[in-house]
C-alpha cells in the first residue's frame, strides 16, 4: 500500500505540497507495478477542523461548502499531475465517519482514551475553538520564536498551546483566551515500550525520521483527540454523540482515512473485504509519504492508535470489529520545498499553485524538477532560473534531443525502425548500459532514493547522446548497413529508457512510446469519476463528487523489450518544450505583483 498525506481541503494545493508527498509516491507506486506487484495507493482531502470554518467564513460559504470546492480543485489538480492513485476521496463520507467512530470505539474500550479535564484555545474574537496549529509563540525548551502549539519544529518537541510563552493565533493575532473544557485524550504514554520495541525493527528508515521519532519517546504525554466545534466527526458514546459542540480532533480522524480509504476502495470495487489484504495479513507492507512537519503522526501517532485498537500497549485489550491491524512498515518523508529563498506562504502571496504552474507548463516539467531537485534528504530551494536551466538543458537538450535525433533520423533514412546488421563491441556497450539501468535505478526507487534514481537514468541519456555523437549516424548515408545498425541501437536504448523514466516521466513516455510506433496505453493515468456516497446518513456527501481513481492493471514490465524491426516511423515532434530565458523575469513579476 502506498498511502499518502492528506492535503487540507481549506485552499489549493501548492508545489511545495506534492514535492513532499506526491511525486515521490507515484514514482515509487508506479515502479512497483511495473516490477509486478499489487500496488494499491489512496489518500483523499482532510475535510474537518477549524481552519475549513476559517476559510469557509472569508468566503461566505459553509464549511461543508468550502470543503466541496477545494475537494474539487485538488482532485483536478492531482489528476492533472498524473497521480495514479487507486481512490482519492475525502473524509466528509458516511464511510469515514464509521470507520473513524470504530476505531475510537475499540481504543476506549481498550482503555487507551481517558477523559478529563483541560485548557482550551478559544479565540476571544469569534468563540471559537482554535486548532494547536494555529496557534504560535516562543518554544519554552528552545527558545525559537516560531512554535506551534502541538510542536516546535526546531527542536522537535510536542507541546501544548499553554505551554508556550506569548502564544498568539496564526489567524488574526489576538492573544487565545484559555478556558476549562472536558475533553478525551490519547494515552501516548501507555504506547512507550511498545512503540520503542517496534521502533528498533525499521532499520530501514530515513535516518531523519527514525530519529526525530526516537526523540519524541522520551517526553510523551496524552494527547487531545476532542474539540469544541460543530464541523467534525461526532464522539461515539452516550451523553456525547448528540451533542452539537463536541468533536474529534482533525488530526485524529486524518489519519484514520488511510484506512477508511482502503474500506472504501473494496466496497467500491465490488469486493467489501478486499481491503482487508492490506491492514490484516502480516505479508502486506505500507509505505507513507508526507513532508517533515507531518512525522509524529505517522512515526508515533498513527502506529500508537493501531498498537492500541490490536490491544497491544500497556493496558492490554483486544481487537476490535477490524481486527488486528498491520502497522507502516516504512514512513518516507520530505522535507521542506522553498521558493526562492522563502518559505511558501499562501497568505504572504509566496506561493505557486499547481493549477498555476501546470497552465504554463507541462506536468513532466514539474515532475522532473521535483525529482531531480525535490527535497528529500535536505530543503530544497525552487528558483525559477533553476527550473528554465533544467528543463532546458537537461529535459530538451538532454532527453527530448535524443528522442527526437534519433527517431527522425530513422523515419527519414528507413521510415520506419531499421533491420540490424551485426553489432560492433560500441553498440553492445551502450544497450549494456541501458539494460543495467533498470537494476541500477529500480534499486534506487525501490529505496525511495528519488534524486539518485532520475540521476542514473539520465547518465544512461547521456551515454546515449555520446554514442549518437560518436557514430554519427548521418554521415553514413554510403553505408547504409551499419547506418540502420547505429540507428536500430539508439532506438532500443530509446525504448528502454523511455521505460526507465516512466515512474519519473509518465506523461512524455507515453509520448515517446507512440513515437516508437507503440500502441495503446504505456502509462496509465488516473482519471476523475463522480460518485454518491456509498452511505446515507451521519457523514454522508449530499449529491455527487469526484474522486480520482484509474486502472493499472495492464502496465509495462520493468525490463528492456526488443523493438521489432520494420515498425513504422513518423517524423517526431518535439517532446519537451523549450522555455524562453524571459520566463524568469516573468515569473518572478508575477510573484511580486
Not at 309 to 319: C, D, F
Request: charged letters at 25%.
Amino acid at each position: 500500500m502506498t498511502a499518502l498525506a492528506w492535503p487540507y481541503a481549506n485552499g489549493p494545493r501548492h508545489i511545495g505540497h506534492v514535492a513532499g508527498f506526491g511525486v515521490p509516491a507515484d514514482v515509487f507506486a508506479r515502479y512497483m507495478r511495473m516490477r509486478g506487484h499489487d500496488v494499491l495507493m489512496v489518500s483523499g482531502t482532510d475535510e474537518h477542523g477549524t481552519p475549513i470554518l476559517v476559510q469557509a467564513d472569508s468566503e461566505g460559504l459553509t464549511a461543508a461548502e468550502a470543503a466541496a470546492k477545494y475537494n474539487r480543485i485538488i482532485v483536478e489538480d492531482l489528476d492533472a499531475l498524473g497521480l495514479s492513485y487507486d481512490l482519492f476521496t475525502r473524509t466528509t463520507t458516511g464511510n469515514h465517519y464509521k470507520t473513524v467512530q470504530e476505531l475510537f470505539s475499540t481504543l476506549y474500550g481498550n482503555g487507551y482514551i481517558l477523559q478529563k479535564k483541560t485548557l482550551g484555545a478559544i479565540s476571544p474574537s469569534t468563540g471559537r475553538t482554535l486548532p494547536d496549529r494555529y496557534i504560535e509563540g516562543t518554544c519554552p525548551h528552545c527558545g525559537f520564536d516560531s512554535a506551534r502549539g502541538d510542536q516546535c519544529d526546531n527542536c522537535g518537541r510536542q507541546l501544548d498551546p499553554t505551554d508556550l510563552i506569548d502564544p498568539k493565533s496564526r489567524i488574526n493575532g489576538e492573544t487565545p483566551k484559555f478556558v476549562e473544557e472536558d475533553h478525551f485524550f490519547l494515552d501516548l504514554p501507555a504506547f512507550a515500550d511498545a512503540l520503542n520495541a517496534w521502533l528498533d525493527t525499521r532499520t530501514g528508515w530515513r535516518t531523519n525520521v527514525l530519529r526525530f521519532t526516537k526523540n519524541l519517546l522520551d517526553e510523551m504525554h496524552p494527547r487531545p483527540i476532542s474539540r469544541d466545534l460543530d464541523w467534525g466527526v461526532p464522539i461515539p458514546l452516550e451523553g456525547w454523540i448528540d451533542r452539537p459542540d463536541k468533536r474529534l480532533y482533525v488530526w485524529f480522524d486524518a489519519v484514520i482515512g488511510y484506512l477508511s480509504a482502503t474500506i472504501e476502495w473494496a466496497r467500491r470495487s465490488g469486493d467489501p473485504d478486499a481491503w482487508k489484504r492490506w491492514w490484516q495479513d502480516p505479508e502486506a507492507v505500507s509505505y507513507y509519504f508526507m513532508g517533515k512537519d507531518n512525522i509524529v503522526f505517522h512515526s508515533e501517532i498513527w502506529p500508537a492508535m493501531l498498537l492500541g485498537a490490536n490491544g497491544e500497549g500497556a493496558n492490554g485489550g483486544e481487537p476490535g470489529p477490524l481486527g488486528k491491524l498491520n502497522l507502516p512498515t516504512e514512513v518516507v518523508s520530505s522535507e521542506f520545498l522553498t521558493m526562492e529563498g522563502k518559505q511558501f506562504s499562501s497568505s504572504r502571496r509566496v506561493v505557486i499553485y499547481v493549477r498555476d504552474f501546470l497552465e504554463r507548463y507541462s506536468p513532466d516539467a514539474l515532475r522532473y524538477y521535483i525529482c531531480a531537485a525535490g527535497p528529500e534528504n535536505q530543503d530544497s530551494d525552487f528558483t525559477w532560473a533553476e527550473f528554465l536551466r533544467r528543463n532546458n538543458d537537461e529535459l530538451v537538450a538532454g532527453w527530448g534531443n535524443l528522442v527526437n535525433r534519433s527517431i527522425a533520423m530513422a523515419a527519414k533514412n528507413f521510415g520506419a525502425v531499421p533491420e540490424p546488421g551485426e553489432l560492433e563491441e560500441v553498440d553492445r556497450e551502450l544497450l549494456a548500459t541501458t539494460k543495467a539501468a533498470f537494476d541500477t535505478v529500480g534499486d534506487l526507487i525501490g529505496a525511495n532514493k528519488v534524486r539518485a534514481g532520475i540521476g542514473e537514468a539520465m547518465k544512461a541519456v547521456a551515454a546515449a547522446n555520446k554514442y549518437l555523437a560518436d557514430t554519427a549516424p548521418w554521415k553514413m548515408k554510403e553505408d547504409p548497413k551499419r547506418q540502420g545498425t547505429v540507428l536500430y541501437t539508439v532506438l532500443q536504448a530509446v525504448s528502454d529508457l523511455k521505460t526507465v523514466m516512466s515512474p519519473f516521466l509518465p506523461h512524455s513516455s507515453q509520448r515517446v512510446h507512440e513515437l516508437l510506433g507503440g500502441e495503446g496505453v504505456f502509462a496509465p493515468m488516473p482519471f476523475i469519476e463522480e460518485v454518491a456516497d456509498l452511505d446515507e446518513g451521519q457523514g454522508a456527501t449530499d449529491g455527487p463528487y469526484p474522486i480520482l481513481t484509474g486502472d493499472y492493471s495492464d502496465v509495462p514490465k520493468w525490463e528492456s523489450v526488443p523493438l521489432v524491426p520494420g515498425t513504422v516511423l513518423e517524423k517526431p515532434t518535439p517532446v519537451f518544450t523549450k522555455l524562453e530565458p524571459s520566463i524568469v523575469d516573468e515569473e518572478i513579476e508575477r510573484l511580486n505583483a
